[in-house]
């Protein structure tokens, strides 16, 4: 493996701006180095469906074996504020400058897969069928992987690169997550002068939002007030007043109760001050739970095991491209790389888990050959 040009080219894809919805010119960046692989590459069309300006980028590699396919992912769009990335290096750790995310997530996951399976082109080592999937828009609903065009892959098993902390780990199961969009609408008035003539929709909201029971639920389940939007100036009792919200759980029907508790606080809400409320729920994507006798997790350890690494599994709260990939058929686990306060202008990525990562990418394919 060639650690230089595996951090070369981790530092060469944080700086190119690749913000959600806008992956096009990383994509565009990586289909030469792809086909440089020897690798038949094309761009579906998820882009069109999702609302970005590029698809997801499919490659595919002949084997040398009649093994199976398999599959590995990460994702080509970063979080805000991921525009102008100037990467820093301190005693053997990647950093930003503080200004933005640095992007390992999940550029370090592209950055291995390529790494690992260029490695092992140039020491011919034999290997099955090798297909990557580069998806867009997984921050903020996993819409690349939704959208994908399943059929244009043929693996069954499938290595997601796009999780916290050290090689080793190896997420197994992960939530359903719901979006909740509300509006409340109540009746304008001169907030000085006729106050009693009209009813706040921000009194409403409030009341709604603090009857709800919020961030961590239990073991299993979460819930978060996003963004809320409403009122324009002082003297005006307010029309309109609205929030984004979202629910997940590891669990599809405790995920269902919870989200029944938040619509019926809306409700109740605009029943108590007169007003009404019109409440939208989109679920973004369902649970998925694996065995740790799956053969996918058995080889996820069994790699790890052979490079020194002490395998761990363990079930996320984050959602990942591995929540779709299973839902349509594809068992999925998610891998750490070494993301360190992902989605901050904190986050930070040892080298030596940028290395290590490559190499559980090599020792996998090893493995399936």
């Keep these: 493996m060639n650690e230089k040009r595996l951090l070369e080219r981790f530092l060469e894809f944080i700086q190119i701006d690749s913000p959600t919805t806008r992956e096009r010119d990383f994509a565009e960046h990586l289909i030469p180095i792809l086909r440089d692989l020897d690798m038949e590459v094309f761009m579906d069309d998820a882009g069109e469906k999702a609302g970005s300006n590029s698809g997801n980028l499919i490659a595919k590699l002949k084997g040398t074996t009649g093994s199976p396919a398999i599959m590995f992912s990460a994702h080509m769009d970063t979080v805000s504020p991921g525009e102008g990335i100037k990467p820093v290096i301190r005693d053997g750790v990647i950093y930003s400058d503080g200004s933005t995310i640095l992007g390992g997530d999940d550029k370090a996951g592209i950055a291995a897969i390529i790494e690992g399976i260029q490695s092992i082109k140039e020491a011919s080592i034999p290997h099955g069928d090798i297909e990557v999937v580069f998806t867009i828009y997984e921050e ?11 059929s244009t892959v043929d693996s069954k098993l499938c290595y997601v690169l796009d999780t916290s902390g050290s090689p080793g780990k190896i997420v197994i199961g992960g ?19 006729a106050p009693e003539e009209g009813i706040s929709a921000i009194q409403i ?42 629910a997940r759980s590891l669990e599809d029907d405790a995920l269902d109760l919870h989200v029944a508790h938040m619509v019926e606080e809306c409700e ?35 790699a790890c095991e052979n490079l020194g690494f002490e ?12 929540s779709n990939y299973n839902a349509n058929g594809i068992k999925s686990v998610n891998l750490a790389i070494g993301e360190t306060k992902p989605h901050t202008v904190d986050e ?6 940028l290395n ?10 090893k493995l399936h050959a």
């Design 140 to 150: 903020g609903g996993l819409f690349g992987s939704k959208y994908l065009d399943y």
């Design 311 to 322: 395998p761990e599994t363990m079930m996320s709260g984050g959602g990942s491209d591995t």
């Design 348 to 353: 930070s990525l040892k080298i030596e888990d």
């Design 175 to 193: 939530p359903a997550q719901a979006k909740i969009n509300v509006e409340f609408t109540g009746k304008e008035a001169h907030a000085g002068v």
């Design 356 to 365: 290590n990562s490559a190499r559980l990418v090599m020792e996998l394919i």
């Design 268 to 302: 109740k809400a605009a029943k108590k001050y007169g007003g009404t409320v019109d409440v939208k729920v989109n679920i973004a994507y369902k649970s998925f739970k694996l065995d740790e006798n799956e053969a996918i997790v058995q080889n996820a350890m069994k």
């Design 205 to 246: 909201l409030a009341e709604a939002i603090s009857n709800m029971k919020l961030l961590r639920i239990d073991e299993k389940t979460t819930a978060n007030i996003g963004k809320i939007e409403g009122g324009s100036v002082t003297n005006i009792v307010t029309k309109t007043a609205k929030f984004l919200a979202e």
